[in-house]
């Protein structure tokens, strides 16, 4: 959070250029909800449950930061920090044997799901008029994923951290 507030306020001090927004800065919040979110490690021994029944369905909150900057007519960069982390007490319905672990019904767990996403995108336009403009450009995406489930002395985490290129 501290680095979150120091880069918003550094960023918030870039002048204007004349008719030209080079810094777009977008702070977004709200709520969730979902549906379906089910689990099973490993896929072929582990007991497939739902974090649905676990966390809930929601209203759960987000937020996340996106700059753009504008380094002439042509270049462009894009940030987007959009992290998610939920972390719930309850109790499984029903005995799970996740990721080697066993996890007894009817006895206080603890849940967290994490799914942090970092993006930093480059776009060169080709082409502008009134109408419509032409970009492309790549993304690099940091995800990190986690899935834990805590109960007693016996803890599982499962992360997932991985580097994703993407062209535009």
């Known amino acids: 959070m501290r680095k979150t507030s120091i880069m918003l306020g550094l960023l918030s001090c870039n002048p204007l ?5 080079k810094w ?4 977004e919040a709200g709520m969730l909800f979902q549906s379906k979110s089910d689990v099973q490690l490993p896929p072929d021994t582990g007991t497939r449950f739902s974090l649905v029944d676990a966390i809930g369905n929601g209203p759960l909150s987000y937020a996340r930061f996106e700059s753009k900057y504008a380094l002439n007519s042509k270049h462009r960069l894009r940030m987007l920090i959009a992290p998610l982390a ?3 007490q309850g ?7 996740f990721n ?7 006895t206080e767990t603890t849940y967290r799901y994490q799914f942090n996403s970092y993006r930093l ?23 990190d ?13 499962i992360q997932i951290l ?5 062209y535009t």
């Open 91 to 97: 109790q499984l319905n029903k005995d799970i044997e």
């Open 100 to 106: 080697g672990d066993t996890f007894i019904s009817n």
């Open 24 to 27: 777009d800065l977008v702070l």
């Open 145 to 157: 994923a986690e899935i834990a489930l805590a109960q007693g002395n016996t803890k599982t985490i």
């Open 86 to 88: 939920i972390e719930e």
């Open 121 to 143: 995108s480059y776009a060169y336009r080709f082409f502008e008029n009134s109408t419509y403009s032409w970009d492309a450009g790549f993304t690099a995406k940091i995800r």
């Open 17 to 21: 250029a004349a008719n030209e927004l």
């Open 162 to 166: 991985g580097l994703y290129l993407y």
